[in-house]
């Protein structure tokens, strides 16, 4: 997820920096996010599950790229997951 300067201020106003859970209470607000699509899709494993959301098992790079995802844009595409179950 690229921020635009908007997004930046306003990230760093609530005390994320470029979409990074930074506090606890941050951290705590991410997973929250994570176990509330998890719960949507119970057959899925966790490993299996953040990597559908970082578009899938076959994309060579898909490990490097939850490495260096920040939270924001993994609960965010976590989210989108969520959105299309039925």
Same mark, same amino acid.
């Given at each position: ?31 929250? @996010? !994570?176990?509330? &699509? ?6 899925? %494993? /966790?490993?299996? +599950? ?14 490097? @790229? !939850?490495?260096? &995802? ?6 965010? %595409? /976590?989210?989108? +997951? ?5």
């Amino acid at each position: 997820m690229v921020l635009n300067e908007e997004e930046v201020g306003k990230h760093t106003k609530a005390g994320i920096v470029a979409g990074r859970a930074i506090s606890a209470e941050q951290k705590r607000a991410v997973i929250e @996010r !994570i176990l509330a &699509v998890w719960e949507k899709n119970p057959q899925l %494993r /966790l490993g299996q +599950l953040l990597v559908n959301t970082m578009n899938g098992i076959d994309d060579e790079h898909t490990t490097r @790229r !939850i490495f260096y &995802v920040e939270d924001e844009e993994l609960a965010q %595409r /976590l989210e989108l +997951l969520k959105a299309w179950q039925p």
